[in-house]
């Protein structure tokens, strides 16, 4: 019993945190970024604890007599929870200055997010269908409102009116599929589903297929994959700069926990008959999200269009799990580090800037010669934009190199092909910005470096992607690339079937 | 004594980015004391060194392992032995005095901090080659000190293209970038024998390849000995790749005297003798006598170029090549003791020499014509002597360093029955004495021909001509207080080579020769120059003075040969395939991929009612998919 409350704590504090933070905002005094550092306190808290767990789990269930088998906890989730909770902290704290900046935000969008995060951190632990769905819904549904919280802006709602209409409908498919799972299996243990195809071999389970593909259909909605994709751009471009960064980088890590899982353990039995869907989907994102990132003309838009193919990237790999990769699992997990670094740090920029020059919307052509006015920056946004095209010497080389390697391991040389047609492709619309940046003159003169929480971490996470795409090794007891992928296929041993 | 091998190793390194720190801030004189400081401590470690292995024997250590692929492991390993420690300390030496001398040189330089940076981190590069185990680690000493020399020479990059009669027009970014280039040629033959080693041996380490020599093939071994030799030529300036050397004298003073006199020329000398095993293999005579042969070439070659050049940096410099020239052809003939021993002794002479023209132009404010002086010794006393001595050194007068170890080559000569060498070798010392005196007087007595020019020449400050010191002592005492002392210790490391009886018996007679064509040399340029400058049209205008004076021409062919058409080549392949084919191609890829990106556009209407039916398409899609591999599969 002690042991499970220690496991449930981090859960624990970020749900008493939410509800804190809803009664707290009541209070019309406090400010802001006390509203912020609070909910950092929660997080930070909630992290170290985990932090602790990931040194001594390794196969456990919360509250087993309470909840029988619906929450694991696993190196897996704990790793994704690490994730969770770094990604919303460095969100949070990156956006400082845009809280501040803009009138509409006040304490219960704090506790919003942390019912979100409460809804990833169930969706990591889960091991059953239903839990599953209510994590993903409420982790959803919190963030159908953050999407949108600028109630002055027409945008705003639009994209939040539209996530919701085809967020829904994807849950629907969901919940059927959950349906259909049952119906066959009796069960909806993850586990439960496993053994049930791998003792009915030779019967028919088109109906469980069936099943599982509408499931597969809302994760793979949810994480923006073609042809499911048509969201993003609309309702990355209308959210406000800390939600599209939290939307970017930490939601899709939470919908690959959960898909990791479901493939790793319940598909497994039944690849011969999804991975065809999954290869065509990865070349279909791949492809429409380079042709869509290359049209944009907002950063935010190419942004958002840009984390479409990095997720196709990422279907690849799913794709060489099934094919027999040994790694291709581990590289998924390193790759969702990488991009979650790069793209937060790219989305920090943005919204650093937005807060403090009064730009809205930030197109390429903002950023003509930028490099000359404030060049710390610029220097940073190139090593995000060079670490997104995968430039070797940046932690997104490694995440694409790891890729490629796992999908040339299973004799996919033309999907491996593909993919690197595909990063050639994705250099135009990175190195676009850096050429706008360098090359042109600015028309504003230079500025100081602005020693604040949020420009600080901003270069701290520009030197971590550095740091995790050479410094392997250099330094001992800090984990560099290696550790990184150790950590991973550690975490990956530990997931039950 | 590991501490010590680091503390000498990287005390420089240090050095060098300390001053890097204030690369971009104005002048401070902390940078140039700081380096000359740690340049101190390495030097006070290498001697120490030196003690000890003399005592003791060679020390080794591996710093880390550095590469580990596969088969293949590079470790950053360090073995000082005594051919090491000699180096460590002739190159600790003359950069300790160069550096304190050039917070006086460069005292009104601007780059004052970044020129301490490069000068520490060329000294740190330079020890990597010489104290590394293995030929990757020498390797990258070797580009180490070859970028070095690029940012030296080029030091002065803004100064622009200066035209002169004599040399085609050249600057200091030029001059840099020729150095850099020719020794890309020659690296290349040197990765060529570093890999051959690599292939047939499955090690990069000193020990393991000398082992397995004996069980090479032939033709292998030659092989690797042109490939490395080859590479030594770049570095060390042999003919055909002499041409940067001279050019290099555009960069600061100091620079042309530790670099391009003393240390990083030499290299290519260290590489023979380091490499020993290999050149004394019988396999590989022939390559050995071609080195002797080549060296000996370029030793009179430089020294004729020498006999008419104007320009008192450019004749140090090709007096250096000539040297060059005698320490090859001792090292081809198998004493490398020999050629180490002149190697070190040159670097203390030569350096001296260069600081002491360092001084003139100083005095003169960068005027390098030797036409233009006269009658310096009045103002200059301190750097007449120095000059002078290192002068009487050069040209091999008892009983200065040069003598014994020029002295000693001659001899080698000799025992080895090439008589040709020997005859060329003695020539050139005559040529060496006549020119080298023909610089002193022509610079420093005579008629005061700078006076017409306006020039109030003064002599350095006192701390400066101390500086020097150490090394006119080295160059006056090396030869009779350390060749035998030197000779037992480096025996330890390299074959005792030892003459013949017979030589022995005749060798005063040669002495005796060596000793009168050296003075005569020198009474010579005292008859023609010692009064004043005299100038004669009809020898200025004859064919082998403008064959001399334009350096064989070898300039100009290198230039209509290989840079005029290479440069032909290249623009008309930027012009025809670049333009109209590469581009051309990756336009149009380019356009594509823009227009079918404008047209899926027209997917993002922004309309929820066409993204919900996308949606159903996609679930369509997935089914059918499923239910055709159901079906199929």
Avoid at chain 1, 361 to 375: I, M, T, V
Avoid at chain 2, 21 to 34: E, Q, V, W
Avoid at chain 2, 147 to 164: A, N, P, Q, R
Avoid at chain 2, 276 to 294: D, Q, R, T, W
């Amino acid at each position: 019993m002690i042991w499970d409350l220690y496991l449930v704590m981090p859960l624990a504090l970020v749900f008493i945190g939410a509800l804190f933070l809803m009664l707290f905002s009541l209070v019309k005094q406090v400010e802001l970024t006390n509203y912020n550092l609070v909910t950092v306190a929660f997080l930070s808290v909630s992290l170290i604890i985990e932090l602790i767990i990931f040194q001594n789990v390794e196969h456990d269930y919360l509250f087993e007599t309470i909840f029988a088998k619906m929450f694991i906890v696993d190196k897996l989730s704990t790793l994704f929870n690490i994730l969770f909770l770094s990604g919303a902290i460095l969100t949070l704290l990156i956006n400082n200055n845009y809280f501040k900046s803009r009138d509409y935000y006040n304490g219960e969008f704090f506790a919003l997010l942390l019912f979100s995060i409460f809804g990833m951190m169930m969706l990591a632990h889960t091991n059953e269908l239903i839990t599953a769905f209510i994590s993903i819904e409420l982790a959803s549904i919190t963030l159908y409102v953050l999407v949108g919280y600028n109630h002055h802006s027409p945008k705003s709602s639009e994209a939040m009116l539209k996530y919701i209409i085809l967020g829904s409908l994807a849950g629907v498919f969901f919940i059927l599929g959950v349906a259909l799972v049952y119906g066959v299996v009796g069960s909806t243990y993850l586990g439960d589903i496993y053994s049930y195809l791998i003792h009915h071999q030779n019967s028919d389970i088109s109906l469980l297929v069936v099943g599982m593909m509408f499931m597969m259909v809302t994760l793979l909605f949810k994480i923006g994959a073609a042809p499911f994709h048509s969201w993003v751009v609309d309702v990355y471009i209308g959210s406000p700069f800390p939600v599209t960064m939290f939307m970017a980088t930490t939601l899709k890590i939470a919908i690959f926990s959960i898909l990791l899982r479901l493939f790793l353990v319940d598909f497994a039995p039944i690849y011969p008959l999804i991975l065809e869907i999954i290869k065509v989907v990865a070349i279909a994102t791949l492809l429409l999200g380079s042709l869509l990132a290359i049209a944009q003309t907002q950063l935010k838009g190419m942004l958002a269009a840009s984390s479409i193919v990095h997720v196709g990237y990422m279907l690849m790999a799913l794709y060489a799990i099934g094919v027999g990769s040994s790694f291709a699992a581990s590289a998924i997990i390193f790759y969702l580090i990488s991009y979650f670094l790069s793209a937060l740090g790219a989305f920090g920029i943005l919204s650093f800037l937005a807060s403090d020059e009064e730009k809205r919307h930030l197109s390429f052509d903002d950023f003509k010669g930028f490099a000359h006015e404030r060049p710390y920056m610029a220097a940073a946004m190139t090593i995000f934009m060079l670490s997104l095209a995968g430039f070797p010497s940046t932690i997104g080389f490694l995440g694409k190199f790891y890729i490629f390697m796992s999908v040339v391991e299973t004799g996919e040389i033309l999907l491996a092909g593909l993919g690197i047609l595909i990063a050639f492709i994705s250099i135009y619309y990175y190195f676009k910005l850096i050429a706008l940046m360098y090359f042109y003159p600015s028309p504003n003169p230079k500025k100081r470096f602005p020693f604040a929480i949020s420009t600080l971490l901003i270069v701290g996470v520009a030197l971590m992607i550095v740091w995790g795409g050479i410094g392997t090794g250099l330094i001992p007891f800090v984990a560099g690339a290696d550790g990184l992928l150790t950590i991973a296929s550690e975490a990956l041993k530990t997931i039950g079937k | 004594m590991e501490s010590l091998v680091y503390v000498a190793l990287f005390a420089p390194l240090v050095g060098s980015l300390f001053a890097a720190l204030f690369g971009m801030s104005p002048k401070n004189l902390i940078t140039g004391i700081a380096t000359s400081a740690l340049l101190f401590i390495s030097w006070v470690a290498s001697v120490l060194l030196l003690i000890h292995v003399v005592g003791n024997g060679a020390v080794s250590t591996t710093l880390m392992d550095w590469i580990g692929a596969g088969d293949l492991l590079i470790q950053f390993g360090f073995q000082v032995d005594a051919v090491t420690a000699v180096m460590m300390v002739v190159v600790t030496t003359v950069s300790t005095v160069v550096h304190v001398y050039s917070i006086g040189y460069m005292d009104h330089d601007k780059g004052f901090n970044r020129f301490f940076s490069y000068l520490s981190a060329f000294v740190f590069s330079m020890l990597v080659l010489v104290m590394s185990d293995n030929f990757a680690g020498l390797f990258i000493g070797w580009e180490g000190v070859g970028v070095c020399s690029w940012l030296l020479i080029g030091f002065w990059y803004h100064k622009e293209d200066v035209s002169t009669d004599i040399n085609p027009s050249i600057s200091p970014s030029w001059a840099a970038n020729e150095a850099f280039i020719m020794n890309r040629i020659a690296d290349l033959g040197m990765l060529i024998g570093i890999f051959l080693i690599y292939w047939n041996t499955g090690s990069l380490t000193y020990d393991t390849f000398f082992a397995s020599i004996p069980t090479m093939d032939a033709q292998l071994l030659v092989a690797i000995a042109v490939a490395l030799f080859i590479g030594a030529m770049g570095k060390s300036a042999q003919f055909p790749l002499h041409t940067w050397l001279a050019d290099a004298m555009e960069g600061p003073t100091p620079v042309s005297a530790l670099i391009h006199a003393a240390t990083m020329v030499t290299a290519g000398v260290y590489l023979v003798i380091r490499a020993n095993p290999l050149y004394s293999h019988e396999a590989v005579e022939g390559v050995s006598l071609f080195i002797a042969y080549l060296g000996t070439f370029v030793a009179m070659f430089a020294a004729t170029m020498a006999l008419v050049n104007r320009d008192l940096k450019r004749i140090i410099a090709y007096s250096t090549l000539s040297q060059l020239g005698y320490m090859f052809a001792a090292a081809g003939l198998g004493a490398y003791w020999v050629a180490l021993f002149h190697l070190a002794a040159h670097a203390f002479f030569k350096a001296l020499l260069f600081l002491g023209a360092g001084n003139v132009m100083h005095a003169m404010h960068d005027e390098l014509d030797i036409f233009k002086m006269g009658g310096l010794s009045k103002v200059m006393k301190w750097t007449y002597i120095y000059m002078g001595l290192a002068s009487l050194a050069l040209a091999g007068i008892f009983p200065l360093a040069g003598f014994y170890s020029k002295d000693t080559i001659l001899e080698v000569a000799i025992n080895e029955d090439t008589y040709l060498i020997w005859f060329a070798l003695w020539v050139t010392a005559g040529l060496t004495a006549f020119y080298s005196f023909r610089q002193v007087f022509l610079t420093f007595s005579g008629n005061e021909r700078y006076k017409e020019l306006g020039h109030r020449p003064h002599e350095m400050p006192n701390y400066v001509l101390i500086a020097m010191a150490p090394l006119a002592i080295l160059a006056v005492i090396f030869g009779f207080v350390f060749m035998d002392s030197f000779q037992a210790f480096t025996s330890t490391v390299l074959p005792a080579y030892e003459m013949s009886h017979a030589t022995h018996e005749i060798a005063w007679v040669f002495i005796i020769l060596t000793t009168l064509i050296a003075l005569s040399g020198i009474f010579y340029a005292y008859k023609k120059y010692g009064a004043g400058l005299i100038r004669d049209e009809k020898v200025e205008s004859s064919f082998v003075y403008k064959l001399l004076s334009n350096q064989y021409y070898i300039p100009k062919f290198y230039d209509s040969m290989f840079t005029k058409p290479y440069r032909e080549i290249s623009d008309m392949l930027w012009k025809r395939v670049d333009l109209k084919i590469v581009d051309a191609i990756v336009d149009a890829i380019a356009k594509f991929i823009y227009f079918s990106g404008d047209k899926s556009r027209a997917m993002q209407t922004g309309n929820l009612s066409h993204y919900l039916n996308w949606m159903a398409a996609g679930v369509l899609l997935v089914a059918v998919i499923v239910s055709l591999s159901a079906v199929l599969g």
